[in-house]
């Protein structure tokens, strides 16, 4: 089982991006599925969290309304679509996959790599 994560890259301020999470060896539609993000120097922060049952959304701590998250279940992706982006927002984005609906981060069963997002102001 595999998550792997695409559509990183450096873009100017206010851009926009859409970051792919694809899984292969299981359904993610079957998981609960997390996006986080790890500044330099930070902790590892949660953005939002798809769950499995209800498809609804959960956005962790309090996260701008700049962040939006769906569900593509024939391809076996989830998307993280960011607006507006910020020199804050230049971090490593992850997903991972829970079998739980949204715990708390130490729960999620499977992680991608990461992609680097890189804000230029």
């Known amino acids: 089982a595999q998550l792997v994560e695409s559509g990183g890259g450096l873009v100017h301020t206010g851009g926009s991006l859409r970051l792919s999470c694809t899984a292969s060896?299981?359904?993610?539609?079957?998981?609960?599925i997390g996006w986080f993000r790890q500044a330099p120097g930070k902790e590892r922060e949660g953005i939002s969290c798809?769950?499995?049952?209800?498809?609804?959304?959960r956005n962790i701590n309090s996260v701008q309304s700049r962040f939006s998250i769906s569900r593509d279940r024939a391809k076996n992706t989830v998307y993280l679509q960011i607006a507006n982006l910020a020199p804050e927002d230049t971090a490593v984005y992850s997903c991972?996959?829970?079998?739980?609906?949204?715990?708390?981060?130490?729960?999620?069963?499977?992680w991608g790599q990461g992609t680097q997002v890189t804000v230029s102001s």
């Open positions: 798809l769950r499995s049952t209800t498809r609804t959304t």
């Open positions: 060896g299981f359904t993610l539609g079957d998981y609960a």
């Open positions: 991972a996959a829970a079998s739980v609906n949204c715990p708390t981060e130490s729960a999620y069963r499977y």
